[in-house]
């Protein structure tokens, strides 16, 4: 049986390269991720586990914005070791002036995340689940 054991890359395309290239290669790095590899109109960005890149659109792809709905892209969710990561996230983002649609709070039971738009309008999210579970777990003596 085939078995998919991760996801190995991601590529976006963007309306402006230089503009979003500007804007992962602060944000990337601040998640622990260093550049992998560099072309022309392509960056990719990895953290020794996964792979994220943005190539630039064609002329057709930059004449139509990114809209939230369409079929396609929702957002991507990196996954942080704590909530104390995703409000550290919330903070830098507030740095770079980067657009908070949801800020840092729980969304769902023991879920709690941060959601951010890049250059584009792509829907972003800084998350972490289960800590308090996994607290409540380690404070509870074997039985």
Excluded: C
């Excluded at 085939?2 to 991601?10: A, K, M, P, S």
């Excluded at 792809?61 to 990561?85: C, E, I, N, P, T």
């Excluded at 729980?106 to 995340?113: L, P, Q, V």
Aim: no cysteine.
């Amino acid at each position: 049986m085939v078995e998919v054991v991760g996801i190995d890359h991601l590529v976006i395309r963007v309306s402006d390269f230089e503009k979003s290239k500007a804007f992962y290669g602060r944000l990337l790095p601040f998640l622990g991720f260093r550049v992998l590899d560099e072309y022309p109109g392509m960056i990719g960005w990895t953290n020794g586990s996964t792979r994220y890149w943005i190539g630039e659109a064609d002329a057709q792809g930059r004449k139509h914005k990114h809209r939230a709905g369409d079929v396609g892209f929702h957002h991507y969710a990196f996954q942080l070791r704590s909530r104390a990561d995703v409000d550290d996230l919330e903070a830098f983002l507030h740095e770079i002036g980067a657009t908070i649609v949801d800020p840092a709070g729980e969304y769902y039971d023991d879920y709690y995340a941060v959601f951010f738009l890049d250059p584009d309008g792509l829907k972003l999210e800084g998350m972490k689940w289960g800590e308090r579970a996994e607290a409540a777990a380690l404070a509870t003596p074997p039985g």
